[in-house]
């Protein structure tokens, strides 16, 4: 007898992740299955909240919509047979037109119009690539992937691709209108001697 392999809905994957036993854990559902995401690492933490720190004054006082941070789950896909797939964003602008009421107390119907990935040692390639293409297919306008041990940014749009370096200006363009920032300012400042 062949078993037929069962998959996680947005709906069913909502009740999981609200149970004590993943309490503490990060997981997000693709193609209807649950993957574990690492900890982040200090760097990583860091990185983060510089990038929140400063997108997140530039929307509040512009008024453009809302942010959210800490793997905030977004439904990117929903599929027959419960394959659907929830990502968390390390960051996540989402504009006032697509949003004019506070986030939901559950996970977001829609794709962020900017979502940020800091990247640790332990995220595989793979998995930001397929999240990428997720993303775009979903609608989200624009992508940062960010390197904290290389200290650049690929910037990711449906039409093209483009590593910033730390001396170019990292720009939110029409999705995040007015920010814009050295990329050199994203990372920690190096230990003074």
Not at 84 to 91: A, E
Not at 146 to 152: D, F, G, K, R, T
Request: glycine share 8%; hydrophobic share 40%.
């Amino acid at each position: 007898m062949v078993m037929e392999r069962q998959y996680i809905s947005a709906d069913g994957f909502l009740k999981i992740v609200g149970s004590p036993e993943y309490g503490d854990r990060i997981v997000e559902l693709v193609a209807g299955e649950i993957v574990e995401m690492p900890l982040p690492n200090g760097e990583h933490g860091e990185v983060l909240a510089i990038l929140t720190i400063k997108i997140g004054n530039h929307v509040l006082e512009n008024d453009l919509g809302r942010i959210a941070t800490g793997d905030t789950g977004f439904i990117l896909e929903r599929n027959p047979g419960g394959r659907d797939t929830v990502r968390g964003m390390d960051l996540a602008f989402v504009s006032r037109s697509k949003s004019p009421a506070p986030l939901p107390n559950s996970f977001v119907e829609f794709a962020p119009d900017l979502a940020v990935e800091v990247i640790s040692p332990s995220n595989e390639a793979a998995d930001i690539r397929l999240k990428i293409w997720q993303l775009l297919d979903a609608g989200t306008t624009l992508i940062w992937i960010v390197y904290p041990e290389l200290q650049i940014v690929d910037v990711h749009t449906r039409d093209s691709v483009a590593t910033l370096n730390a001396a170019d200006t990292l720009s939110g363009g029409e999705v995040l209108p007015g920010f814009e920032i050295p990329v050199r300012e994203i990372f920690p400042a190096p230990e003074s001697s």
